[in-house]
């Protein structure tokens, strides 16, 4: 007896869902043996029905009229692929109330308001499925929210943006500034024409709260994540991390703390020894710090059609299984409930540079504001004469107001020419 | 209403299950809320009732008499950490028959005879999880056999054995020959008194076999797995590999040919700027060559006692969840049957180190025997003068059948004193 075909509704068709749609066709023997039901896809949603596509996609399948098609109530499972709140959303609310299981790579909406969406598949007994929202093609959602559900993880660090991994990789590399790089990654189609989601952080921000939601079982949205972005990280700075055995990185950190739970992105400098040093160019690696099972890393590529596309399908697949079984998978699970600390509380390390005036009595004055916020510095570096003369201050791990407090009080010092550059670092613990 | 308890039956208590025994009473309400009922441990079988055990193993719920403890089907969750093929085989049906679900962490009966045990669980309709079988702590089996589902993997390269990883990670790094660096390794608690299973390969092969079948959705068992262990690998081999810019490493290869699938587990020779050159001492890592996903990499410690607890409590954690949703996750997929080639059709590179007679036409003798068994050349280097006159030759890819053929036939030249050594060259396409 062959099974009823599972229907397919596509909700978008840019790069990843022609990816997708050209797989359902050239692979349907392979997933219709992996899902246990043939796949039929059943109608997909674009917003100019007059561009030229891919021929895989059959034109009579096309519609731009995404709410009708998901009204329907025909499809088994919505691939939404829109991206951003809506109508993203209302789609998918309506798609869930017609019994569909839903597959989406909506990292935004699901940092916005994935509560929306997680208690109406709770409220309808229905799949949501997510794997591509986060560094693409990797693996990270199951072996979050399955895997490593008997461990307790205490901390992740991230290189979860391709675009500002590409930037930060090619000014280690050559030493160029971030506007350089930046142009070298446009015409390289690894940023885009506005590149303000990934070079200030939005993107990693989005999935920063995707990760800390699925590792501490706690509801984490966009506004709980504190972000900072890239456009600031000059070459100097580039290179005085590099003479001391670092690397800056956009990371993505979700840690626990005493009291609850901490969620940032901003760029930081980590030893060239830690493995996401050596994570370059448009690749993401996610380093997952637990309890028992210790140091984790998922490394692979993090965006592009196909290691999208393969996440997606991935999940069809299971979603498929799923209603072939009748039954459904795992869902959100946020009973830990923890408390989201400010960045404040953060417990984090400085690396400070400062253009000072070149006179006796600088480093004391320096090294006394630091005291007064009881920040204790582990090296200072002086270098350079006259105009030139610099310090570099290296502090000991304390709050990130505290530390915050000292740079500010460091700005105001008539000693202080400039605070050249203001750097966390991270990743010494992890080794 | 509080759930009815999940009653866990545990089979063995040494390292990894005393780690269980204490995270299970310690995390007790984290897990409960996880899994959705509280798990109740009910009996704990072990070899010697009167050794000493950790405070948290409560003395009353030891038992000598496994058979007893699974024949009585009071266990919704049966843990198997005894290893090996019997009894625990016959304990593991047992317990399927009374409609328990199994946890085991038994590479050695899953490579040699999965089919039985993945037979039944479907018979019993009950789950059969083992992400502890395969790189300890990191997560694998999921990512393999849900995220990577919509996926067609190409190829893995694995280190997936710590105490060969170890022993040639201090090779590399202090030049000490294979004896030495065992030694240590053993003095460090990486290898045990009898090493054999670790040395020659053993134990990766049938991570191998397991891995293998996951991907390729075949069924593949120890014996279709070539092997070769590290025991030849010698000091003056590593420190060439180490000039050339390789670094050899115990490989457990599971890919894809023209007419099936390969899998295979010896040392080979793969560039320092791979992924996996960076995996050193005791850590493990599984790199995955996919069609669409691309390379990913999974890293992590493969082995200890937190580590494994931790993917034992993962899997106690789903297949709790399934129970307390009255459903099975998913189960063996061997639709493919893909065809297991022998090792000669395997497309390899060589690099072959030979000591020479230092007379003119050595190296002309030499060639014709490559050309003989059509082999191309890549490279040939000669060094030493008299007694100490050395060629090294770097093939280009070639059936590891017309490979070894060379490779007996060189041995017969009277110009060729020695093959000092043979290794495989890999991972040059991964990167």
Redesign the interface.
Known sequence: MTPRPLRLALLGCGTVGT?VVR?LKS?HE??A??VGAPLELVGIAVRDLTRPRDPAVDPALLTDDPSSLVGAGEADIVVELIGGLEPARSLLLTAMSRGASVVTANKALLAEDGVTIYEAAEKYGVDVYF?AAVA????L???LR???????VRRILGIVNGTTNYILSRMDETGADFATALAEARSLGYAEADPTADVEGFDAAAKAAILGSLAF?TRISLGDVHREGIAGVTAEAVAAAHDMGYVIKLLAICERTDRGIGVRVHPAMIPRSH?LA?VRDAYNAVFVE????????????GA?G??T??????????VG?NRV?G??G?GE?A??DLDVRPIGEAITRYHVNLDVADRAGVLAQVATVFARHDVSIQTVRQSGRGDDAQLAVLTHTAPDAALAATVADLRRLDAVRAVASVLRVEGEEGL
């Open positions: 990816e797989q692979r392979d997933l043996a992996r794997e693409g093609g990797i693996p959602i199951r072996p399955e895997s490593l559900a008997g461990d307790t079982h493995p050596a637990c309890e028992a099972a210790g140091h984790l890393m998922f490394y692979g590529r592009g196909a290691p596309a393969s996440a997606v399908l991935g999940d069809i697949v299971a299984r079984r039954g459904v795992i699970s009973y830990a």
